[in-house]
């Protein structure tokens, strides 16, 4: 009797245990995990990742998307566990700061997950200007508010946080572009960071420095906090030295990962995380100034590889955009009404090219001005729907980043 009292005793301590396991989380530490939460902002959300990618596009996100192309850790995780297929949660949210961590990390607590990832912060040092960034110790309480939260609540999930990329880089790599300059300045872009991007005034180099040693600082709390549980990876920074080149910025906002740069986060921190082999850190410095080189035009085509623009199929004169069929984003001239053979204007009457609103044979400023009239006004005109979506907005003026400051030469 007594033997059978204590069977039931146990029974029931095992059944309590797995209650309060929350919704089916194995709570083990080894292999391979059966579902996995990715907690951060847009980057995480694969925001803005391509021309024609606007908003966010989860499924080219480095932790939990679905592309092949990226290789997301949910991806590579797949092919080794099939279990895995379907729960992979993108809590993160655009524009979300530390302060929010927490909330994500209690849905992740929902979720009863058995991996999380965490990459959190740029938007504490990517801010309207300097003095609006989050002050060091607040950040590491927020981030230290989100982790007792995870760990309370799963307790047997494995936590990988990585480090905040390298901001000053962004500038550095792309201080010289003038559409990324356009870009920044236009839509007010990062301005503690990316504020006067072509100055070299002292002032705006001091505050550059500072900024980017507010990002350092950032990225030690996460460090440090991170030590504090059983449970929790630190990339070592591997995230923060990777030396992260133009082609992995998206030429949308010249802000937020390419496609090419979500793939390089994913496999970067895939090897620094609990699956991956790591590698040894690099020294967290400044590629050097590279030497400058001829801006090519448009008159150097028909060789796509010539011109600074993506160069979409069925583009007979390589201006940018196609003749007759939609592609890469930008929408045909036959729909736009602009001349599909001919590369550029030969006089102030002559629609060319879709970019050159005033056919001066350079786009500039003055050519974006042009979109006021039919925005503002609301009167359909398909001159200036240059991806032929049948409106004319925002997303048509987003599309000037690449052809900013270039011009083009006649045969």
């Excluded at 245990?17 to 907690?39: E, F, H, Q």
């Excluded at 990618?53 to 998307?65: E, K, M, R």
């Excluded at 961590?101 to 992740?108: D, H, I, K, R, S």
């Amino acid at each position: 009797m007594r033997y059978a009292l204590w069977l039931f005793v146990g029974l029931v301590a095992l059944v309590a245990l797995a209650l309060s396991i929350p919704n089916g989380a194995t709570g083990t530490r080894s292999g391979y995990p059966d579902s996995m939460a990715s907690l951060g902002d847009s980057i995480t959300r694969a925001a803005n990742p391509g021309p024609s990618l606007f908003g966010d596009q989860p499924q080219y996100s480095w932790s939990t998307g679905e592309n092949s192309t990226v290789q997301s850790h949910y991806y590579r995780i797949l092919q080794q566990n099939s279990l895995i297929s379907g729960n992979n949660y993108n809590d993160a949210v655009s524009g979300a700061r530390m302060t929010h961590l927490n909330g994500q990390a209690q849905a992740a607590v929902s979720q009863g997950v058995e991996y999380v990832t965490i990459l959190m912060g740029a938007n504490d040092v990517c801010t309207s200007s300097e003095a609006t960034m989050t002050a060091v110790n607040t950040f590491r309480s927020q981030f230290q508010q989100a982790m007792d939260t995870l760990t309370t609540g799963l307790p047997d999930a494995r936590i990988f946080v990585a480090t905040i990329p390298d901001i000053y880089r962004l500038w550095f790599i792309l201080k010289d572009n003038p559409s990324a300059v356009f870009t920044w300045n236009t839509f007010a872009i990062c301005q503690s960071m990316l504020a006067n991007p072509t100055s070299t005034a002292q002032a705006d180099i001091d505050r550059r420095n500072r900024v980017r040693q507010r990002n350092i600082d950032f990225n030690t709390q996460l460090s440090e906090v991170c030590a504090l549980y059983s449970n929790c990876l630190f990339d070592d920074n591997i995230g923060f030295s990777t030396q992260f080149e133009p082609v992995h910025v998206s030429t949308l906002d010249y802000f937020h990962p390419s496609i090419a740069g979500q793939t390089l986060a994913a496999s970067v921190s895939w090897d620094a995380s609990y699956f991956g082999t790591p590698t040894p850190t690099p020294t967290p410095t400044p590629t050097p100034t590279p030497t400058p080189t001829a801006t090519p035009t448009l008159g150097d085509c028909p060789n796509p590889g010539s011109v600074p623009w993506t160069v979409p199929s069925g583009d007979a004169d390589c201006d940018g955009f196609p003749s007759t069929v939609a592609a890469g984003g930008r929408g045909p001239e036959a729909a736009i009404g602009t001349d599909a053979t001919d590369p550029c204007p030969d006089d102030a009457s002559d629609d060319a090219w879709p970019m050159d609103f005033d056919m001066n044979t350079t786009v500039n400023i003055i050519d974006v001005l042009f979109f006021a009239t039919p925005i503002l006004s609301g009167q359909y005109d398909s001159r200036f729907d240059l991806n032929a979506n049948g409106v004319v907005n925002i997303i048509d003026v987003l599309m000037f980043g690449p052809f900013i400051g270039r011009s083009c030469t006649n045969p």
